[in-house]
């Protein structure tokens, strides 16, 4: 059974860091591209950031890139999310997940399940 757990929920001021962590189980995830989503309130859900398989490859959204570090231990089966300078616009729920397919190297956002999300962790970045 596929698990994903998020942690890390926080409330910063603008400017300010947090660090988000995922530990997965269920499947062999050291196999699978990583990813982290966000969904604010009235919005769809978005992908933030990816990992690929092998740990090298990333791709950020064009609002995060620089702030934003994405990453994994493998042997932990866990992905990480650093996140420096917050933003107010960076409020949102925050969700990993895994690719459809292992050893890809694919990590656009049709790529990523749809049918499998943690509870996610709610990050707040007031003004």
């Known amino acids: 059974q596929v698990q994903l757990v998020e942690s890390g929920v926080g409330l910063v001021q603008a400017g300010g860091s947090l660090r988000l962590s995922c530990a997965a189980s269920g499947r062999p995830f050291s196999a699978y591209n990583m990813a982290w989503f966000r969904q604010a309130p009235g919005k769809e859900r978005e992908l933030v950031a990816a990992i690929t398989w092998t740990g090298g490859p990333t791709y950020y959204r ?12 493998k042997a932990k089966n866990t992905v990480y999310l650093q996140m420096n300078n917050l933003k107010p616009e960076d409020t949102a ?33 007031s003004s």
């Open 93 to 125: 729920g925050y969700y990993c997940n895994f690719a459809k397919e292992r050893y890809r190297m694919t990590m656009n956002r049709n790529s990523f399940e749809e049918n499998y999300w943690g509870q996610g962790t709610q990050v707040t970045v």
């Open 62 to 73: 064009d609002s995060v890139k620089g702030p934003f570090t994405i990453s994994r231990d």
